[in-house]
């Protein structure tokens, strides 16, 4: 009875994925079956022409060059075109919604100038491993509910992107050769996941001026960047703010920027005394300051409490430190600078200069004695 049953839901089972795939040479009119056309050695859409609306496309793994014959397309749910060879997405400029995910990764895609009627993805947008050159569409997407990857291509220039507001993970243009990001992300509000903009060729970064919560980290370390002239309405970052290995000089932005969940990186670049987080109240992580040109530790205006370690060290003109008092560390902390005598030291009746004291704050066996003023 038992292998009878197992036998009877086997063969409703072989019934049900029959009637969900398709010949994949059939003339497609409706959306009732899944098109499931991946390893086919398909080269050609034709077959495609009269499809306005789909579930689920996958056309993955096949040869095609042109994807001429989505023409007409809509909406679908997923649609999968990676490891193709794909040259261009015109032929999807009439595609308005994708219920889960579009992956055009691993083809031969150069420009991406179109996609412009798109506005929402409910998964992930993937084009990564192509040899994309410039990002000049998506001009309409308001949501993309799942991450966004450029990775791996040779980008370098982005002005598409210009009313998206949500983007439910990840932000990832990896390893391009981006210089520019014109007017683009200008609208972002919130992304639940990171931003990944590092080793590239950023000069500056004047995008993202909308952007009030980042849900992970935002990652901009091995580019260029001379200056950083955005993210002023920014709040909250999760997860880590990382701007090491550039040539920063000078920090205007972050002007609102009042908690980072997890570190702070501007270790090695070309930083003197023009930055400050003027609201920040809260840092989870460290602090790396790590070898720049500052001679006045000025960054705080408020009191800011740290729960990690800070290090300031390789920094050879520090002269001043006083401004250490509004930093609030928690005991078994280290504080790590290089051992000099610094002419304006920290306030010795301040809480730091009372733990450093009391050895509640590690300063590597009380090398750095001379840290704080001279007082009761």
Not at 62 to 74: F, Q, T, W
Request: charged share 20%; with cysteine; aromatic share 8%.
């Amino acid at each position: 009875m038992n292998f009878l049953i197992k036998t009877i839901i086997s063969s409703l089972l072989i019934y049900s994925y029959s009637f969900a795939s398709s010949d994949c040479f059939e003339t497609f009119e409706s959306n009732e079956k899944d098109i499931l056309c991946f390893d086919k050695d398909i080269t050609s859409l034709e077959n495609f022409k009269k499809l306005t609306k789909a579930n689920d496309i996958l056309l993955q793994n096949n040869d095609l060059s042109s994807i001429e014959g989505l023409n007409n397309l809509e909406e679908v749910n997923n649609l999968n075109l990676s490891n193709n060879l794909i040259q261009n997405t015109e032929s999807l400029n009439n595609l308005w919604k994708v219920n889960g995910f579009l992956n055009l990764s691993n083809n031969s895609l150069k420009n991406i100038n179109n996609l412009n009627n798109l506005v929402v993805i409910n998964k992930d947008l993937k084009l990564s491993n192509n040899q994309i050159e410039s990002i000049s569409g998506f001009q309409n997407l308001k949501f993309a509910m799942g991450s966004i990857d450029f990775s791996n291509n040779k980008i370098e220039s982005i002005s598409g992107f210009k009313e998206i507001k949500y983007i439910g993970n990840d932000l990832n243009f990896i390893k391009n050769n981006i210089y520019i990001i014109y007017n683009s992300f200008n609208n972002l509000e919130v992304i639940e996941g990171n931003i990944l903009l590092q080793r590239n060729n950023l000069k500056e970064l004047t995008s993202f001026n909308s952007l009030l919560y980042i849900g992970g980290n935002l990652i901009l370390n091995r580019n260029n960047i001379e200056s950083i002239n955005s993210l002023n309405n920014i709040l909250y970052i999760k997860g880590d703010l990382i701007i090491s290995n550039n040539k920063i000089e000078k920090i205007d932005s972050f002007e609102n920027l009042r908690l980072i969940e997890g570190s702070l990186y501007l270790n090695n670049n070309e930083l003197s005394d023009n930055f400050v987080f003027k609201k920040i109240i809260k840092i989870d992580g460290d602090i790396h300051l790590e070898n720049n040109e500052i001679s006045k530790i000025n960054m705080f205006n408020k009191y800011v409490n740290l729960n990690g370690n800070l290090y300031i060290n390789g920094n050879n003109s520090l002269s001043d430190i006083s401004n250490l008092e509004k930093l609030l560390m928690k005991n078994g902390s280290k504080l790590i600078l290089d051992q000099k005598d610094f002419e304006n030291k920290i306030p010795a009746k301040s809480e730091i200069c009372e733990k450093i004291k009391n050895k509640e704050i590690d300063i590597g066996l009380n090398k750095y004695s001379n840290l704080c003023e001279k007082g009761e």
